[in-house]
């Protein structure tokens, strides 16, 4: 299965600002996954990255507060713009599917303040 | 929308076997089941899954009863590093995993 890094690994924002993170793969994936985890919650999918064109956001996600980069097969980032404490969470990318399940990141965990 | 449900805690004694069952009782035809856990502060992590027989691997046994309603996952061996919430999924290989709330296991010394 495919071994991810992802960045950073923590880190507390002030609300109003932007944060970007990174997700880099060990091999070519078609699609990146991006989910959030939520204090004391679950995941809940963000959105599905392909390479090559525009992400696909699922309900209640949009592409102005998360946008998400994925420049080639290996790597996606997601920004979580203008800030709010609401935000705080553990955002993770995950890949792959098939006979190997999918595969996720150790996360980003995010604290705005 | 849950397609799942489980305890939402459970214990075991370390060393012995820790059974979390899943019901799926609307699980279609063309679904399989998954099994994740998530140990505190990391990334899920896929440990099984199966479509109708029972299956197993290294860390794991699934046993999917006949109607596929409900299942469980079998930890042979329980270790304290088993602490983790575990999360039973259905899915039919759509990219949203729906994780619902899972079952905390915690081994106990």
């Known amino acids: 299965s495919a071994v991810i890094s992802q960045k950073p690994s923590r880190d507390i924002c002030q609300r109003g600002t932007s944060l970007t993170i990174q997700c880099q793969v060990d091999s070519q994936v078609t699609m990146m996954f991006w989910y959030r985890q939520q204090p004391g919650q679950s995941l809940t999918l963000i959105a599905t990255a392909n390479q090559g064109s525009e992400a696909t956001y699922e309900s209640g996600f949009v592409i102005d507060k998360f946008p998400i980069s994925r420049p080639n097969l290996t790597f996606s980032t997601l920004t979580v713009s203008n800030m709010s404490p609401e935000d705080s969470s553990i955002y993770l990318c995950?890949?792959?599917?098939?006979?190997?399940?999918?595969?996720f990141g150790s996360g980003t965990r995010l604290t705005v303040v | 929308d849950a397609k799942t449900t489980q305890p939402t805690s459970m214990d075991c004694a370390e060393g012995r076997a820790a059974n979390l069952p899943c019901n799926h009782s609307t699980i279609s035809g063309n679904e399989y089941v998954y099994w994740y856990r998530q140990i505190h502060s990391q990334g899920p992590q896929y440990i099984i899954h199966g479509l109708k027989n029972n299956e197993t691997n290294e860390m794991a046994s699934l046993i999917i009863t006949e109607d596929r309603k409900s299942s469980t996952l079998i930890l042979p061996h329980a270790t304290l590093r088993d602490t983790a919430v575990y999360y039973c999924?259905?899915?039919?290989?759509?990219?949203?995993?729906?994780f619902g709330t899972g079952t905390r296991l915690t081994v106990i010394p």
């Open positions: 995950s890949v792959g599917g098939g006979v190997y399940g999918y595969t």
């Open positions: 999924i259905v899915n039919n290989g759509a990219n949203n995993l729906f």
